[in-house]
């Protein structure tokens, strides 16, 4: 099936699709019919991004120049509502744009809907689009709850409406989390949607298609047709108007396994001599359209990685592992200042660690610890994460993590748990010093998640430089097992506003739990 734009079925769930039909703000004058041709529309839904416990963004992409208004309200009647007056969309942002709302009340359920006005008659207006997101709480006791993972629409494997397209987004939205944490791989830019893959029963997994998804992203169109491929889908833009996201990017935002200064080609599907820094630039663009980041907009420098406040439970450090990285590499060089982080960011990061005041500090990576993602090149034996395999003392890449390591073991920071996907399947693994080479720091757990909605692959294998040990796994024997085969996976943080217990379930995608585990508030490590 091959699609252009969205249809006309609601983005909504439930009863918030009943306020798209209220009437418009007296300040736009008499409300006129909605949906008439010429008005701006709103196919692409709407999204909240970074919200906090007084403020959010809320984003949304008009079908034609238009200015964006937001009102917000306590409820769905919208009875009295707050305006906020947003930008005008055009062509330079591919009709996008965010309007960021403030003052808004802690641990209140925000009712919003978005107006595209005609930007030579405000009277002019199309059909409201409704969200909703939580402010966090500024009282620990209401607790927080959110889910993670990342991987979508990659290995071909596209929406297919037949399984319920990114069914996976509904069960996500049972769970009403109070945020989404995409680990990255948001787009598969370096990939292609057929209209269908054969399966390994004979027959056929069959995609919605678009221009965009027919050919490798090279241009910053390309970039943005990728971004609205996946709104194509209407779980997914259900989902985004009713749990906000806090977004980071990895590898296949541009392509895969890409590192800062790569340069590749040789004229299929590349041209020759492509600087994938240029392709970067034009891919977080895109990424910055498409997304409600704040850290993004405005900056000069793009900069992806930030801390997100959630009140006094949680503080989640969103890392950047693709921006600052070295080349991949055999990654067995003794000294190593670059690493995967960078060093600003890595200073960074050990700053806002210690600044923290939050009982759980959730460090969101993009890449596992201490599993080994290969990236052979040419015969070489390069790896693209933290591990290359060698059990023995930190080399490469792992300097930088050790060096962090042993920062929040003698700096006592409390709390850290690493939360990641990347490599499609789910894991738990516990990390301990009694049984690493490298044994200054203390024990902590790292979680993987993933995929969304892309091809699973077998579990991948560990390395013993910090001691992990595999605590549960779910993954498939084969390589690039279609959604239709299962294997898709998120994972689920609930903290006990209470006790101030953290609780992780894995999660399949139709929200089955595999696996649970319940970790104590207040320790260095555990």
Not at 11 to 28: N, Q, W
Not at 230 to 253: G, K, M, T, Y
Not at 387 to 392: E, L, R, S, T
């Amino acid at each position: 099936m091959s699609l252009s734009f969205p249809g006309r079925r609601s983005v909504l769930r439930g009863s918030l699709a009943a306020s798209a039909a209220l009437t418009l703000p007296t300040a736009l004058g008499a409300a006129p019919a909605f949906a008439l041709s010429g008005r701006p529309r709103a196919d692409w839904g709407v999204q909240a991004g970074d919200v906090t416990a007084d403020s959010g963004l809320v984003w949304v992409r008009s079908d034609r120049p238009a200015r964006m208004i937001v009102e917000t309200s306590a409820t769905e009647s919208f009875r009295n509502p707050r305006r906020w007056r947003g930008p005008l969309l055009g062509a330079d942002s591919d009709f996008t744009g965010t309007t960021r709302l403030h003052g808004l009340p802690s641990g209140e359920q925000i009712h919003y809907r978005v107006l595209l006005a005609d930007p030579d008659d405000p009277r002019r207006t199309g059909e409201p689009v409704t969200g909703t997101f939580r402010t966090a709480s500024t009282r620990r006791r209401q607790g927080v709850k959110f889910l993670w993972s990342g991987d979508l629409a990659g290995q071909g494997w596209g929406i297919n409406e037949s399984i319920g397209g990114y069914r996976i987004f509904d069960a996500m939205a049972k769970l009403d989390p109070d945020f989404f944490l995409c680990s990255g791989d948001n787009i598969y830019a370096d990939g292609v949607i057929s209209a269908t893959q054969a399966l390994p029963d004979g027959s056929l997994y069959r995609n919605v298609t678009s221009e965009a998804k027919s050919h490798v992203a090279v241009t910053l169109d390309d970039f943005r047709g990728n971004f609205r491929y996946n709104l194509l889908d209407d779980a997914l833009r259900r989902f985004n108007a009713q749990v906000p996201n806090v977004i980071q990017w990895d590898d296949h935002e541009v392509r895969n396994n890409w590192y800062p200064g790569e340069v590749i080609g040789t004229g299929t599907p590349y041209p020759a001599g492509t600087r994938l820094d240029d392709m970067a630039v034009r891919s977080r663009r895109a990424f910055s359209e498409y997304f409600p980041i704040s850290t993004i907009s405005g900056r000069p420098d793009g900069r992806i990685y930030r801390v997100h406040h959630h009140g006094p439970l949680l503080d989640v450090f969103v890392l950047d592992m693709r921006t600052y990285r070295n080349a991949n590499s055999p990654d067995n060089q003794t000294t190593d200042p670059q690493g995967i982080l960078g060093a600003e960011q890595l200073e960074w990061l050990k700053r806002e660690l210690s600044r923290s005041r939050a009982v759980w500090k959730v460090i969101a990576a993009d890449m596992p610890l201490g599993l080994v993602v290969p990236d052979p090149v040419e015969g070489l034996a390069n790896f693209e994460a933290v591990a290359q395999g060698d059990p023995g003392a930190p080399l490469g890449r792992e300097l930088q993590i050790a060096e962090l390591l042993r920062y929040i073991k003698h700096r006592r920071i409390t709390g850290t748990v690493w939360l990641t996907a990347d490599v499609h399947h789910t894991s738990a693994q516990h990390y301990d010093p009694s049984r690493a080479a490298f044994k200054d720091f203390a024990p902590f757990w790292e979680f993987v998640s993933g995929p969304l909605n892309a091809g699973a692959f077998p579990a991948s294998a560990l390395d013993g430089t910090f001691g992990p040990d595999r605590v549960f796994v779910k993954a498939p024997t084969a390589s690039n097992v279609s959604p239709a085969e299962g294997y898709q996976f998120f994972g689920e943080v609930d903290i006990d506003g209470h006790s101030g217990e953290l609780t992780v379930r894995l999660r399949e995608y139709d929200g089955t739990v595999l696996f649970t585990r319940t970790l104590q508030p207040g320790r260095v490590g555990q």
